[in-house]
């Protein structure tokens, strides 16, 4: 089992800044992929970052070039910068982590993000 804990998020003006970060404890070495996904008010949950063991790392088209995700060499930390925030970044953030070898998808609890124009 893999845990995760998220931290950061809250409220901020448009074109303003904040920093996600996870801690991950557990079976962590087991992690191959790392993502963060988010979902807002009255919509499903997508995916909008992530990051592999290789340092890779592709990013949903809305969010390319403002977010910034990633990890420590220790794998039990990541983080999602995120810039020029406008309100339809509003949403609940979610980190998330997957296991290839035992197919397994692990999610943190899950940050408040409020944008205001």
């Known amino acids: 089992q893999v845990q995760l804990a998220e931290s950061g998020g809250g409220w901020v003006q448009a074109g303003g800044s904040l920093r996600l970060s996870c801690a991950l404890s557990g079976r962590t070495f087991e992690i191959n992929v790392w993502a963060w996904y988010r979902q807002p008010p009255g919509q499903q949950r997508e995916l909008i970052a992530t990051?592999?063991?290789?340092?890779?790392?592709h990013y949903r088209d809305s969010v390319k070039g403002r977010f910034t995700i990633s990890k420590n060499a220790a794998k039990d930390t990541m983080w999602l910068q995120m810039d020029s925030l406008a309100p339809e970044d509003t949403a609940v953030y979610y980190c998330?982590?997957?296991?290839?070898?035992?197919?397994?998808?692990?999610w943190g609890q899950g940050s408040q993000v409020a944008v205001s124009s």
């Open positions: 990051i592999t063991n290789g340092n890779y790392t």
């Open positions: 998330n982590a997957k296991s290839l070898l035992t197919d397994s998808d692990y």
